[in-house]
């Protein structure tokens, strides 16, 4: 038998799908439903609060609860599942919260947030950032950071400028960051890959690149990987930092998930790094608010200021209103709860990928399993392409990525798709797997050869 509150919220649904509430519409007070359904008003504010959950209604303060889309539009999203976007799960962006912090943002700083500022970004920022990073071991002077307007632009200025080394060419994993492709074909810089799996690298390799190939700059995402899911052990680290001290070759550590890093010993490759080698990217589009457009890059002194002279280049500097209610969320500590909050998200989101996968996938398919992170990547049958799931996935409203992008031409594969847990909805998880499973096996059916033992599945 349903709970009261559940009925109520039934009967409100019903009223959406047959349009007596439509978008905008003012829901009655709670006094006026309680006394409508002769229930407590606890009652009423419960069932609203689940329908606000579930991005039926919105309230404002001081008015009541007004009704935020249709039932049906609602329910065509519903219908999607969605392991292409890459952004943060909407459900646990802490949106009030922030609004408090920018609020108190335009209080505290007033004419400093809306005239030109410190090129190298707000220094209160840059103090707390400084101590926020020393928690995922990474421990250094304000002096050395440069806010920037995301982690793309950071590697979009740091792949078109000479570095101290003298050198020209750059190496990166393969497959890698969509973005740094772009910026490498950009500028036109030429670049080597090197293979990457959840095994890792051949270190053999990368010292030999690193020897012959006059290298400027190691691209490297350390903690799960973008498309793998992969992330380095700690002598691993060390290992690539040692190289890159012999042989004069700076590392970019794109460290953009490490914060959803379970293991309390895992350290960065910045850490590692006693001479200035590594320059280290922190981003917050992932774990925070997109929106926000604030990422840090930490850089050897001797490049600060060709650092910013380029930067100076592309927009001077960085919005300092999302600095000041950065830098206010940070000091408040209520980073602290958010990030508890969305490590156990995404790694509950990664283990029912994980299951289903396991469970569903042909056994001539094979996965990547990462322990948390946001992706997931499947190798497919050699009769089938990415392009051709994406196609026919996308049919049924399932929506996954082709990570042909991701590869520099001579390293290529079209078989690879990337899966996002970030934006899925958990129960949505397995369906979507089901229907990715046997998308697959109706492709590899098709271009599999006649022969006597499968013809009669031709």
Do not use: W
């Not at 890459?86 to 108190?104: I, R, S, W």
């Not at 740091?158 to 910026?183: A, C, D, H, T, W």
């Not at 700076?250 to 490490?258: H, P, R, S, T």
């Not at 996308?394 to 520099?408: C, G, I, N, P, T």
């Amino acid at each position: 038998m349903h709970s009261k509150y559940i009925n109520i919220m039934e009967e409100i649904k019903q009223q959406l799908a047959d349009g007596s509430l439509i978008a905008g519409s003012k829901l009655p007070s709670v006094r006026q439903l309680s006394e409508h359904f002769s229930c407590s008003k606890n009652t009423i504010i419960k069932a609203y609060a689940e329908l606000e959950k579930e991005h039926f209604i919105y309230s404002v303060p001081k008015s009541g609860y007004y009704v935020v889309n249709d039932f049906q539009k609602v329910a065509d999203e519903m219908e999607v599942i969605d392991f292409l976007a890459a952004g943060p799960d909407k459900n646990v962006m802490p949106y009030v919260e922030f609004q408090h912090c920018m609020n108190q943002a335009i209080n505290q700083y007033k004419e400093e947030l809306f005239t030109y500022s410190d090129q190298q970004g707000l220094y209160p920022l840059r103090v707390q950032l400084v101590k926020y990073l020393q928690t995922l071991q990474v421990f250094t002077q304000p002096e050395r950071l440069v806010v920037v307007s995301g982690s793309q632009q950071a590697l979009n200025l740091l792949v078109s400028m000479p570095f101290p080394n003298g050198k020209n060419n750059i190496l990166i994993e393969q497959p890698s960051y969509f973005g740094i492709i772009e910026s490498i074909n950009l500028h036109q810089v030429t670049t080597f890959g090197i293979e990457l799996t959840m095994d890792g690298i051949d270190f053999d390799r990368l010292e030999y690149i690193f020897r012959n190939n006059d290298i400027k700059f190691f691209y490297v995402i350390p903690r799960f990987h973008n498309p793998l899911g992969h992330s380095y052990t700690n002598s691993e680290k060390k290992k690539i930092v040692e190289l890159a001290e012999k042989y004069d070759v700076y590392i970019v550590e794109d460290d953009f998930l490490g914060d959803l890093d379970t293991n309390a010993k895992s350290d960065p490759l910045f850490s590692f790094d006693p001479s200035g080698r590594v320059i280290y990217i922190k981003s917050f589009s992932k774990i925070f608010l997109p929106g926000l457009r604030i990422a840090t890059v930490i850089l050897p002194s001797l490049m600060i200021n060709n650092f910013l002279r380029y930067k100076f280049t592309s927009d001077f500097n960085s919005s300092t209103l999302s600095q000041g209610a950065l830098e206010i969320y940070l000091k408040s500590g209520m980073i602290n709860s958010h990030l508890k909050k969305i490590k156990e998200v995404y790694q509950t989101k990664m283990h029912i990928l994980q299951e289903a996968c396991e469970l569903l996938l042909p056994a001539n398919t094979h996965f990547s399993k990462p322990t948390s992170g946001f992706y997931l990547s499947i190798s497919l049958p050699e009769n089938v392409t990415a392009k051709q799931v994406v196609h026919m996935l996308k049919e049924q409203h399932v929506y996954v990525d082709d990570a042909s992008r991701m590869f520099l031409p001579e390293y290529k594969k079209d078989n690879l798709l990337r899966l996002s847990i970030s934006q899925v909805n958990e129960s949505q998880i397995k369906l979507g797997v089901e229907r990715l499973a046997h998308c697959i096996s109706l492709i590899d059916s098709r271009k599999k050869p006649i022969t006597p033992n499968n013809f009669l599945l031709i």
